[in-house]
């Protein structure tokens, strides 16, 4: 029989009166046969008697279940607590960990954009340091061609001057070769100072044949010449590859090329000053010795060179290796700039006099009898020509100065930039330990 509900009894604060006592009677044995107890009443001739030994065990029962149900809340509680403060304790770990991310989050974001700059600066940088290794090997190329033009240039004029000298020589021996006699006046002369003949067919015939001939064998002297030149040119354009892979290759430091250089530069300025003087002997060793010391000049000019670029490449390799070794100052730079400059002066004063004294030596040694020779159209002809090439040649020398001062700019200039690039290369690698592995 289920309990009755609590509802059917009085709603005053009293459970039992003694006017439901039945009905509480009956409500307390359904509630301890639902709880599983006894009933504390035992029905004995319609007559409800209460068992007291029954009633104190269900009471002592239900105060146990009391206090153990009153226990296992508060362990509950505890628990609760306990575990209240743990989430609490989890929040608040959660939370700072949230924030420990973000913050790595935003620091790796911070390097990660730190090294796409340095990247990019390093690509630029190297792009740069490329550009100017291009321009200097395209400066190297100027110079080297330029130095083989020179060469064969010079030996060009050298072997023009020896033809003209050997023409001039020809002529005088011919002329002092002529015997004495009677002089037929105001006649037509030939160039090889014979009479003319009477024109026949058959002189002209052997003229004609004579003409064929001279042409055949200036041809083949031409020829001759043009061969030997091929191979002379071949010589210089293996003997300067080899000097300019040399000066390319060289990395060592040359204090003692700089000083070899400075006792060479104070030597060619000694031997300058000492050219002019050899120019006034006899007419006929006069232009040889002037050719040669000519020769000697312009080769000295190329070794003076040469040992520079060295000297220019050495001090960008000592730059390059040490960051402690010093620059090259600006002050330097002018020094530099100022020695050229004098150099080039020196260059074209001693290129002038003696010009001055080739013409001059040209015109005292030519007499009334190699006017005459001189007059001539070929000679005339050749002269000109020798006139045009020294033009150009004046205008390539100028040319070849305003290369090399370029090349020295561009040498120093590319210093600064390397030692500028070293710095910013090396400067980023103690602040930024990610750069070391970039």
């Known amino acids: 029989m289920p309990p009755l509900p609590l509802s059917s009894f009085n709603v005053s604060g009293n459970f039992c009166t003694e006017e439901n006592i039945p009905e509480c009677i009956l409500y307390i044995n359904q509630e301890l046969s639902s709880l599983c107890f006894p009933p504390i009443f035992r029905n004995s001739d319609n007559i409800r008697d ?6 104190l065990n269900n009471i002592y029962d239900l105060l146990q279940l009391h206090r153990r149900a009153v226990g296992m809340m508060e362990e509950l509680e505890v628990e609760q ?19 420990q991310l973000e913050l790595s989050k935003k620091e790796n974001m911070r390097l990660h954009e730190r090294e796409r700059q340095l990247e990019t600066s390093l690509k630029t940088l190297q792009n740069c340091l490329k550009d100017a290794k291009e321009e ?3 400066l190297q190329g100027i110079i ?3 130095a083989t033009q020179y060469n064969h240039d010079i030996k060009r004029r050298e072997r023009e001057h020896n033809r003209v000298k050997e023409r001039l020589n020809q002529l005088l021996i011919a002329k002092k070769e002529n015997k004495q006699g009677m002089e037929v006046l105001n ?3 030939r160039s090889d100072g014979r009479r003319c003949l009477w024109k026949t067919g058959k002189t002209e015939s052997r003229q004609e044949g004579e003409m064929y001939k001279t042409l055949l064998n200036e041809f083949d002297n031409h020829q001759r010449e043009l061969m030997v030149e091929n191979i002379e040119l071949k010589k210089v354009l293996q003997q300067m590859k080899h000097e300019m892979v040399g000066v390319l290759n060289s990395k060592e430091t040359c204090q003692k090329e700089e000083k070899q250089s400075n006792n060479m530069d104070q030597s060619t300025l000694q031997t300058n000053s000492d050219d002019d ?24 000019q190329w070794r003076k060179l040469k040992h520079h670029v060295e000297r220019l490449d050495s001090q960008a390799s000592m730059v390059q290796d040490g960051d402690s070794e010093e620059m090259i100052s600006k002050k330097l730079h002018e020094d530099e700039t100022e020695r050229l400059k004098l150099e080039i002066q020196q260059c074209k004063e001693f290129i002038q006099t003696q010009q001055q004294l080739l013409q001059q030596q040209l015109n005292t040694s030519c007499d009334e009898e190699t006017a005459a020779v001189l007059n001539d159209s070929y000679m005339l002809e050749e002269k000109e020509r020798l006139k045009e090439e020294l033009r150009v040649f004046e205008e390539q020398r100028k040319n070849f100065e305003i290369e090399r001062r370029n090349f020295t700019e561009a040498a120093v200039r590319l210093g600064h930039e390397t030692g500028n690039l070293l710095s ?14 970039v």
């Open 50 to 55: 209460l068992d007291a030994v029954v009633a």
């Open 81 to 99: 607590l306990k575990s209240s403060s743990d989430l609490h304790y989890q929040h608040l770990t959660n939370s700072r960990l949230k924030d």
């Open 136 to 138: 200097i090997q395209r």
């Open 144 to 146: 080297a061609s330029r």
């Open 187 to 189: 006649y037509v002369r």
């Open 277 to 300: 003087e050899p120019l006034k002997g006899p007419p006929e060793m006069s232009c040889d010795h002037a050719r040669e010391k000519l020769t000697n000049s312009i080769r000295q």
């Open 424 to 437: 910013s290369i090396h400067r980023p690698a103690l602040t930024i330990p990610i750069w070391q592995t």
